[in-house]
């Protein structure tokens, strides 16, 4: 049998199908609780820390069951509608003919999962669809393809032992509707990091070992992943002892910078008597502009409707540090 084959047959050497493309809500909900039993293609860029959306400690708590995954957006949402549509521009673009797909797991590694859109008729090749709004063109500019895009094609490739993945991006916008497709080849080098990456991060998931705070992080996942424990006590080592102090100059220099800055504001709106202009030798260096919102009012609403603002509350929570003063 060849490989082209075994890819459509839902079985190779390295990976093998473990749930169709899902039908019913049944089906949906099974693939939904399939992808906690592993790292998905999609989640490739976020465990090797390169989603400005999805950290490696985010998708950690997630797959611990300790934060829900992301809510289903309107681009996700009109991604999965138009997936038929895009289906039919590439197969008459291509003349190639495809076939549903679904989940894969990968036989060498059992926390590498993969959902291609597609398998491609005769070869053994992938198809993956994206929909995305004109804001984000500039990521697909000049023939370049995102890098959460690449990864999740180097992950399905490794998990279903795919040689190429087409991967066509759906751009719309109020002007203009219009497709372009990008074909990428397996590259084993970028398939060892993301094996390294995501052997990593699921041995640290499977243990209970949490990934290192990176600089983007929600307050509130680091509340979920280190709670504070009351009362309890930790002697700073040396190194840490040094941030402690880092920090403490920080804050301190940060509170005195926070407070020449509204003074100097003042006093330069003071002088302006409302110019918009600001010059220095005749040329505008800012700009002073009238700012208004609109907010809800929620003491009116907890007064007038409480039942409503009870519903519309959300509780979030972040942790604050003190500094204490010592007597």
């Known amino acids: 049998m060849q490989r082209s084959e075994q890819l459509a047959a839902g079985e190779t050497e390295v990976g093998k199908l473990i749930l169709p493309t899902p039908k019913t809500e049944h089906d949906y909900q099974l693939w939904l609780d399939l992808r906690t039993t592993g790292l998905g293609a999609s989640e490739a860029s976020a465990m090797l820390g390169m989603n400005p959306n999805c950290t490696p400690l985010t998708l950690w708590l997630q797959k611990r069951g300790l934060k829900p995954g992301p809510d289903e957006t309107e681009e996700m949402w009109f ?32 926390w590498m999962l993969a959902t291609p859109d597609r398998g491609i008729i005769g070869r053994n090749a992938l198809a993956e669809y994206k929909t995305t709004s004109v804001k984000q063109e500039h990521k697909w500019a000049n023939g370049q393809t995102p890098d959460e895009a690449e990864l999740q094609a180097q992950q399905q490739m490794a998990a279903t032992g795919a040689d190429m993945v087409y991967v066509v991006v759906f751009i719309r916008s109020s002007f203009e509707l219009r497709f372009e497709l990008r074909l990428i080849y397996r590259d084993q080098t970028v398939i060892d990091h993301i094996i390294r990456g995501g052997g990593d ?53 940060e509170r005195e910078a926070a407070k020449d800055a509204k003074t100097a504001l003042n006093q330069l709106k003071e002088f302006l008597a409302g110019a918009e202009l600001p010059t220095i030798d005749g040329t505008p260096v800012a700009r002073l502009r009238e700012i208004t919102q ?12 409480p039942n409503i603002h009870a519903k519309a509350l959300r509780e979030t929570s972040h942790q604050r540090f003190d500094i204490l003063k010592i007597k």
């Not at 280190?226 to 920080?250: M, N």
């Not at 609109?294 to 409707?305: S, V």
Request: proline share 4%.
């Open 79 to 110: 991604g999965k509608v138009m997936e038929p549509v895009v289906d039919a521009w590439f197969r008459k673009e291509t003349g190639l003919e495809t076939y549903e797909s679904g989940l894969w797991r990968s036989k060498l590694h059992d």
């Open 201 to 253: 991060l699921w041995h640290k998931i499977t243990n209970d070992i949490r990934p290192a705070i990176s600089d983007e992080e929600e307050a509130s996942d680091i509340s979920l992943a280190w709670p504070v424990l009351e009362g309890e006590k930790k002697e700073l080592d040396e190194e840490h002892r040094h941030l402690f102090k880092a920090y403490q100059t920080a804050k301190e220099n």
């Open 294 to 305: 609109k907010r809800p009012d929620t003491k009116w609403l907890a007064r007038n409707y």
